[in-house]
C-alpha cells in the first residue's frame, strides 16, 4: 500500500517538533546503546499534553484542515477495523464503476450490512483516479443499486461520508448529477431497513446528502459538515475568499455544533491527535457505536422507523425567534 503524505498544519507544529525529538533520542539510544528511556517518556508525556491542549482548542477552520490531511483513514481503510468479514462490489449495472463512491456487503457483528462510503484517493495519482472523493452521477446510482439490495434482503445500510462536494463537472451535469442525488434522497426515505449515516472527514453539499439520509447521523469528532465549504462561502457572502475563517465560524460546521443544532445525533470520539493518529482505535471505537445504534434500530418496526426518519428531516432548519 502505498504511504500517504501528511500536508503540513502550523498549528500542528509544536507536535511533530517534539516527535522528531523523540525519535533522535531513540535513535541515539540505539546507536550509542546508552538507556534514555527517562528523557523519552518524559518527552512522551509532555507531548500527550501539547497534543490534548491542541485538540481540544481548535477552530472550525483547523478542524477542516485537519480532516483534509493525506493520511486521514478513508471509508475502505476503516472496513478491516469495523467489518468481521467484506466484500466490496462493482457497477451501477448501467455501466459505470465510480472509484469515488464505494460500496459493499459486509458482516459487522451478527448483522449482514450492505456499507456505501466515498473514497479519497491516498496519493496524487489515486486521487486523479477517485476524482479527491467527488462522486458521479455513476457514482450515486451505483450507492442506490446496493441500498435497493439492502432494502429488498433485509440488511441494514451503513454510508461513510467523506467528500469536499459532487463532481460539479459539464459531463456530471450532462449525466443527470442533480437527479442522481435527489432520487437517492427520496429513495432512502422510503426504504424499510435501518440507516446509519457516519460523516467521518468533510461532508461537504449535496455530494454528502447523496448517501447522507439515515435513522442516525453519527460524526466523527473533528469531522466537518457544511452546506458548501467556507472558501466557497466566502466567496459568494464577502467576495473574498480569504475570509474563509469567518465563514467556517458562522457555518458551525464542527461536530459540536451540529450536535446542538441537532442536524446529527451522536458524536464519536477520536484518538487525541485525530483518527490518522490510530486507526486502528478510531476504527474500534466507531464500531462499538454503529453496534449499539444497530442493535437499537432493529427493535423499532420499520413503518415506525420510516415515520422517525422523515420527521427527523422535516425538523431541520426548524427554529423559533424571540419577539
Known sequence: MTTRKSLSLDFLKPVLELEYEIQQLRKISKHQQVSLEKEISFFRKQLSTI?????????????LHLVRQADRPTTLDYMPYIMNQWLELHGDRGGK?????????GKLDNHTVIF???QRGKDTKDNVLRNFGMASPGGYRKALRLM?????????ILTFIDTPGAWAGIDAEKLGQGEAI?????E??????????????????????GIGIGDKILMLEYAVYTVATPEACAAILWKDSKRSLDAAEALKITSADLKILGIIDEIVKEPVGGSQSNPYQAGCILKESLII??????????????ELRYNKFRKIGTFYEGS
Open 116 to 118: 456505501v462510503g466515498h
Open 188 to 209: 432512502m426515505f422510503s426504504f424499510d431497513v435501518p440507516i446509519i449515516c457516519t460523516i467521518l472527514g468533510e461532508g461537504g453539499s449535496g455530494g454528502a446528502l
Open 293 to 306: 445504534e444497530l442493535n437499537i434500530l432493529a427493535k423499532i418496526i420499520p413503518s415506525k422507523r420510516k
Open 97 to 105: 464503476d465510480d472509484p469515488a463512491l464505494v460500496g459493499g456487503i
Open 148 to 156: 435497493q439490495h439492502a432494502n429488498q434482503f433485509n440488511f441494514p
Open 182 to 186: 435527489a432520487v437517492n434522497l427520496r
Open 51 to 63: 497534543k490534548y491542549n491542541i485538540f481540544q482548542s481548535l477552530t472550525p477552520l483547523q478542524r
